[in-house]
């Protein structure tokens, strides 16, 4: 089974600094994607960004980007300009034949 | 409304209670998951419907029990729970078409299980 890699269980950045939480994943596949995810103290989870393997263009939305290495296998978010609203945990996820998530890292916004 | 609802928000329940947790869609979506979340460890997948057909049950207990009426509904029936069941389940869908893997969850806000 795929597996996905969060090696940073906590993160915390000041207000308006730049963050970048970290994500490695094991796969055979060629075609697959792949997501981050924000899970809020509401706890409902909503897709950040996603990023399909085939293509070789980081995907980027609005402050948030990724920097997707395909050989190394790794799957980097960034955040720019950091807002107190942007504290919350960070699932990194692989999609192949189904969902295979990591076990997030929890982002504190220091004001 | 948002897009995927579930209640209750919380549940506290003994193990030898029956109880039922539900998740409602509102995106026209076909397919629909149940995921247990605990601290520290992978969201794990349950259970899959496709098309109201349940394709995956990934070795759970049969103290938990799916079912899924529709496309839009989904419960997942608790009985003879043990204390380590106690966990938040996420109910998400997707839309699935041909087999593509671009498919996207939308998650629901959970269900926070205690199970004393």
């Known amino acids: 089974a795929q597996t996905v890699t969060q090696s940073q269980p906590e993160m915390s950045v000041q207000e308006a600094e730049t963050v970048t939480l970290s994500c490695t994943y094991d796969?055979?596949?060629?075609?697959?994607?792949l997501f981050w995810y924000k899970q809020p103290p509401s706890r409902q989870m909503i897709l950040v960004i996603r990023q399909e393997a085939y293509k070789q263009q980081n995907a980027t939305e609005n402050r948030f980007s990724v920097n997707f290495q395909k050989a190394a296998k790794s799957f980097s978010l960034k955040i720019s300009d950091s807002q107190l609203g942007d504290a919350a945990m960070y699932f990194c996820?692989?999609?192949?034949?189904?969902?295979?998530f990591g076990t997030g890292t929890s982002l504190t916004v220091i004001p | 409304e948002t897009g995927v609802t579930q209640t209750p928000r919380h549940l506290v329940m003994g193990m030898t209670n029956k109880k039922s947790l539900k998740c409602e869609q509102h995106?026209?979506?076909?397919?629909m998951y149940w995921y247990k979340q605990s601290a520290k460890k992978p969201l794990e997948l349950m259970f899959v419907?496709?098309?109201?057909?349940?394709?995956e049950n990934n070795s759970v207990p049969s103290r938990f029990s799916p079912e899924c009426p529709n496309s839009s509904h989904l419960f997942l029936h608790l009985h003879t729970l043990q204390p380590e069941d106690s966990a938040l389940y996420l109910c998400a869908s997707s839309q699935v078409s041909g087999g593509a893997t671009n498919e996207k969850l939308f998650f629901g806000s959970g269900t926070q299980l205690s199970v004393l």
């Open positions: 995106l026209g979506h076909n397919a």
């Open positions: 419907y496709n098309f109201k057909e349940q394709t």
């Open positions: 796969t055979s596949e060629s075609d697959y994607y």
């Open positions: 996820a692989y999609k192949g034949d189904q969902f295979y």
